[in-house]
């Protein structure tokens, strides 16, 4: 019997190892690193495949913003580049644009000193062009030839210039103190000059793309010993390890391309049992069956059901989760899915890379174990929160990046630890005499991975609801000494005296893209206000005396406090000097005549008020030395106006408390609905404005917001005219504006359906 068997050519591919770390020194990596392999058979062998490594240059934030438009820019605005340019051309287009969007986003954050370094690769057939600005390098690593590691590109820094000028040597050079100082960069300068590079692509070489993070500490000869003796997935891994071991003063991006050809299925089968069994035997019987008759992509890591324990979580909030799966002969890609619930709710889902109906291609690194091929994702730490449950499937696209979804895997789900109960501190359980507007403490261990509080007061008679305080995260109060929270009660929510309440706290945390919640409470407690208080009573007796008709004085019928004096024989009785043992405070507020009360440790003061030019006085006396919390609250009580502060009275001194109108502020409710979706990687920014005397603006801490729709009802501002100016990136919206007159209430903020422009 004749088999027939019809050849075909096997195609090379290009398979990339990389890793990114922080290193030992630095708080954040500014590296970044990214690449594009098109599926397209005719992109790729027009355009080839591009790999991009680059270094952020600042120390800042900025610098890691820099080096991520820089990946980002790089790669679309080569692949926008029109055909009848060459590569080199396409490559230096695409430098000096995305030089333009680093220096046009540097003069939006107002940084000028933001760059970025970088070093691209672009994979053709036959050859490789590398493009470099700074001193991210590129090396051609082939143990059979006579230069087994070669650095292809060209440093632009200080020292190198020095060294090509023949000033210092190569050994004088590594050892240099200036080695970091370099003379290029993307987003230095409006003229950009890169230097590009062409080489000959064979099927044993492979290139190195890494930033200074590994080539400042460890030698040439060492980097290229560990990439001979290891495969290329665990090579990408020792040698950011070395660069640790080194001390790791810098962030250390490692990039490993290589050419492979194919080792499987060099010919296609033509229908037939006999030739299967063949093949089978040849290649391996599990490889063929895959081939003729596909089952859905086979999931690996974690495994189903996976419960993260707090030991695990630690971890991940440093490196991530890595997803694995097999590889699927027939897919050309891959499209991952991971989705975000709450326990036991499986029906309403968040999905933490886009909405439901959306699709996305992820660029994935692929590796070798043993003889299996796999693939892996590692979700970033932050889209891993505690209180939620994940699930996660991937299905395979073709060669137009086409869903085939018969072959998509089984979906697998893996939990995460709960979060920690708040720990209730003050009031105490059954505690008495509370305060009618008392500060609420408590401790919360998980303070990192939540958004905000709520603080629950409920009537302990009728067990209703009192009422629920949203308090963000940010806005908090912190204890430095115990680390505790608290919030003190406002005065417009004062409670009733001799009363029982319950009290709680909760903490919550909303999902990537604010779409659910994860909450957990303390174990709440019981408290009881004080009564009402009764005047005191004289502490001495007294008794009337007739004076003169018509006249009546008081005399002291303690005679053990006279003193009987003689003087030229007459008697005469008198009192000694009285030494204070407190002190006295006097308020005056400047309050367009609104009356005000006083309450001192939240306890309300009964002195009369004594009217002035603009306002009202007051004094009260007997004060205990010591630090007292003030606090003035305008009438009538439901306006909110309020004035707060700490005082130090003074053993048998007068202490004087000067408020004027602009000092008084009352709380503000904002509340915002957006059109626009956004989540904590594309969060927006809040700022409140307010107009000063001379029109200028004068722009209070930013917010950042998460959650949509946002409110927040613990804004404290003075007297004014304001504005909203919200940010999304580049966009923004400013048109939210609205008066705060002393005295009044103020409106509630509320605004739907904020559009960005």
């Given at each position: ?10 195609k ?6 990389a890793?990114?770390d ?6 954040e ?16 062998k027009?355009?080839?495949s591009?790999?991009v ?7 800042t ?10 990946c ?50 672009v994979?053709?057939?036959?050859e ?9 390098r590129?090396?051609l690593?082939?143990?059979h030839?006579?230069?087994?590691m ?12 020095q ?7 190569k ?6 103190k ?6 290029r ?34 030698k ?14 665990i ?32 010919y296609?089968?033509i229908p037939s ?30 495994e ?46 968040d ?14 690194i ?34 137009e ?5 018969k ?58 609801e009192?009422f ?11 204890e430095?000494?115990?680390?505790g929270?608290?919030y003190?009660?406002p005065?417009?929510?004062k409670?009733?005296p001799g ?8 903490a919550?945390k ?22 009402g ?5 004289p ?18 019928t303690?005679?053990?406090k006279?003193?009987?004096k ?45 009217k ?5 006085n007051?004094?009260i ?14 009438e ?22 000067t408020?004027?109108?602009?000092d ?18 594309n ?12 029109g ?10 998460y ?15 304001y504005?909203l100016?919200l ?7 400013d ?6 007159k002393?005295?009044?209430?103020p409106?509630?903020?509320?605004e739907v ?5």
């Amino acid at each position: 019997m004749k088999i027939n068997f019809i050849k075909k050519k096997r195609k090379p591919i290009i398979k990339v190892y990389a890793k990114s770390d922080v290193g030992k020194r630095r708080k954040e990596n500014e590296d970044s690193f990214s690449y594009s392999i098109p599926f397209n058979d005719e992109i790729r062998k027009e355009y080839g495949s591009i790999f991009v490594v680059a270094d952020g240059v600042g120390g800042t934030a900025n610098g890691k913003i820099a080096s991520k438009i820089t990946c980002h820019s790089l790669i679309k605005s080569y692949f926008l580049q029109p055909r009848e340019l060459s590569i080199d051309q396409r490559l230096k287009r695409a430098v000096e644009k995305t030089n333009e969007l680093v220096l046009k986003k540097a003069q939006e954050l107002n940084s000028p000193e933001m760059a970025s370094t970088v070093t691209a690769a672009v994979f053709l057939e036959n050859e490789v062009y590398v493009a470099n600005v700074g001193d991210s390098r590129t090396y051609l690593i082939n143990p059979h030839s006579k230069e087994p590691m070669k650095q292809i590109t060209r440093d632009h820094s200080l020292v190198e210039t020095q060294v090509r000028k023949g000033l210092i040597t190569k050994d004088e050079a590594d050892n240099a103190k200036n080695k970091n100082i370099i003379t290029r960069a993307i987003g230095m300068d409006k003229k950009i000059l890169v230097d590009i590079f062409r080489v000959p692509l064979t099927e044993k070489s492979k290139f190195l793309l890494t930033t200074d993070g590994l080539v400042r500490v460890v030698k040439d000869s060492k980097i290229f010993e560990t990439i001979k003796k290891n495969k290329p997935s665990i090579a990408v891994n020792k040698l950011v390890k070395l660069a640790n071991d080194n001390g790791g003063p810098d962030n250390i991006t490692v990039c490993l391309v290589e050419k492979a050809t194919p080792s499987l299925l060099p010919y296609i089968l033509i229908p037939s049992v006999i030739a299967a069994l063949l093949l089978a035997g040849y290649f391996g019987l599990p490889y063929i069956k895959e081939m003729i008759n596909p089952s859905k992509i086979e999931l690996l890591e974690p495994e189903n059901n996976k419960q993260i324990t707090d030991e695990e979580f630690t971890k991940l909030m440093k490196e991530g989760l890595a997803l694995s799966w097999k590889e699927l002969p027939l897919a050309k890609g891959y499209h991952l899915y991971v989705y975000q619930y709450k326990e036991n709710d499986e029906k309403t889902k968040d999905s933490i890379f886009l909405d439901k109906d959306k699709k996305d291609t992820f660029q994935l690194i692929e590796y070798q174990k043993d003889t299996k091929s796999e693939y892996t994702y590692t979700i970033p730490k932050d889209k891993l929160f505690k209180g939620f449950n994940y699930s996660w499937y991937v299905v395979p696209v073709d060669s137009e990046g086409k869903e085939i979804e018969k072959f998509k895997s089984n979906e697998w789900k893996f939990t995460m630890p709960l979060l920690e109960k708040p720990e209730l501190i003050e009031p105490k359980d059954n505690q008495n005499d509370v305060s009618l507007t008392p500060t609420f403490k408590w401790k919360y261990k998980d303070e990192n991975y939540i958004d905000l509080y709520r603080l629950y007061v409920v009537d302990g008679e009728s067990n209703k609801e009192v009422f629920k305080i949203q308090i963000n995260r940010g806005e908090v109060k912190k204890e430095t000494l115990t680390q505790g929270f608290y919030y003190t009660l406002p005065s417009d929510k004062k409670l009733e005296p001799g009363k029982t309440y319950f009290w709680n706290i909760e903490a919550l945390k909303y999902s990537v893209n604010g779409k659910l919640s994860a909450n957990i409470k303390g174990d709440k407690r019981t408290f009881t206000t004080k009564k009402g208080i009764s005047p005191s009573l004289p502490t001495q007796s007294t008794q009337l005396t007739k004076t003169k008709e018509g006249e009546k004085t008081t005399k002291d019928t303690d005679n053990s406090k006279k003193d009987v004096k003689t003087d030229t024989g007459s008697a005469t009785t008198t009192q000694p000097p009285e030494i204070k043992e407190t002190g006295k405070l006097l308020v005056s507020a400047v309050t367009n005549n609104k009356p005000f009360k006083v309450y001192i440790d939240g306890k309300e003061s009964k002195e009369n008020l004594i009217k002035s030019t603009q306002g009202y006085n007051v004094t009260i006396d007997d004060l205990k030395p010591g630090k007292h919390k003030i606090r003035i609250e305008i009438e009538p009580k439901d306006c909110g106006w309020f004035y707060e502060k700490e005082v130090t009275i003074e053993k048998g001194k007068e202490t004087k408390l000067t408020i004027n109108k602009s000092d008084f502020k009352v709380n503000v409710i904002i509340y915002l609905t957006f059109k626009d979706k956004f989540d904590k990687d594309n969060s927006i920014t809040l700022k409140i404005q307010k107009k000063a005397d001379k029109g200028n603006w004068i722009t209070y801490p930013p917010i950042e917001i998460y959650s949509n729709p946002y409110i927040n009802k613990n804004v404290q501002l003075p007297e004014g005219e304001y504005k909203l100016l919200l940010e999304k990136g580049s966009k923004i919206n400013d048109k939210i504006t609205f008066p705060i007159k002393f005295g009044e209430k103020p409106k509630i903020i509320n605004e739907v359906d904020i559009i960005f422009e």
